[in-house]
């Protein structure tokens, strides 16, 4: 899921609709997916039973590992891409996992209030200009139960001068001023300001476009 400045605007995952086939393995071979995501699920600490949103959930890879670590949590990936939707329900049934996903835009999600007790997301928020970054957060803010937690994963402060060097490619490629927060450490600012507490920054790995760092917070 992947938006600009206009809300009728959309733009995918990698750019361009052609690209999305390739969608897995350019993230696979350029994040450190795995140990991230992995990192990210030990974060959230799903518990049986709970209800699960992963925002921006692409082919659903970290939805499916939600599901397969925790099966009896209800998992819901959101995303704004049919395409890239039609290959997470295809993963998904050939995985066996039963997860929902829906075509949503992350400031206008087809949720009830406090539904979830969890919500995930990773390589997403860079995509959003400031507008739709707390547009996004106040909705996630209202789709989690009291106590929910937000867990995300996305670009953030380089931990060393090669990796803000490093970093030039991944603002150059999805633009300097949606990559600006992320990169300038101010996304738990934003957090903050759609109203959770307890804003925290957690793990962060180096990868080949700059440093990784994982966050969370939580609803009242």
Known sequence: ????????????????????????????ATTR?????????RQAAVESGHRVLDLACGTGTLALWIKQTVPSAEVTGADGDPRILAL?????????????????????????????DRVVSSLFFHH??????????????RVLKPRGELHIADWGRPTNPIMRVLSLSIRFLDGFAVT????????????????????????????????????????P
């Open 33 to 41: 997916e795995r140990t991230f995501k992995q990192a990210l699920l």
């Open 180 to 219: 600006r927060d992320n990169v300038n450490g101010r996304l738990p600012e934003r957090v903050r300001a759609a109203g959770f507490v307890d804003v925290r920054e957690g793990e962060s790995f180096d990868t080949i476009f700059g440093t990784l760092t994982l966050h969370r917070a939580r609803k």
């Open 1 to 28: 899921m992947k938006t600009n400045h206009s809300a009728s605007t959309y733009v995918p995952a990698l750019g361009y609709h052609w690209l999305t086939p390739c969608y897995d393995l350019v993230v696979g």
């Open 128 to 141: 959003l200009v400031e507008e739709d970054k707390l547009r996004t957060l106040r909705e996630l803010f």
């Open 88 to 116: 997470a329900r295809e993963k998904s049934a050939r995985a066996g996992r039963a997860v929902r996903f829906d075509q949503a835009l992350s400031f206008n999600l087809p949720y009830a209030d406090r539904q979830f």
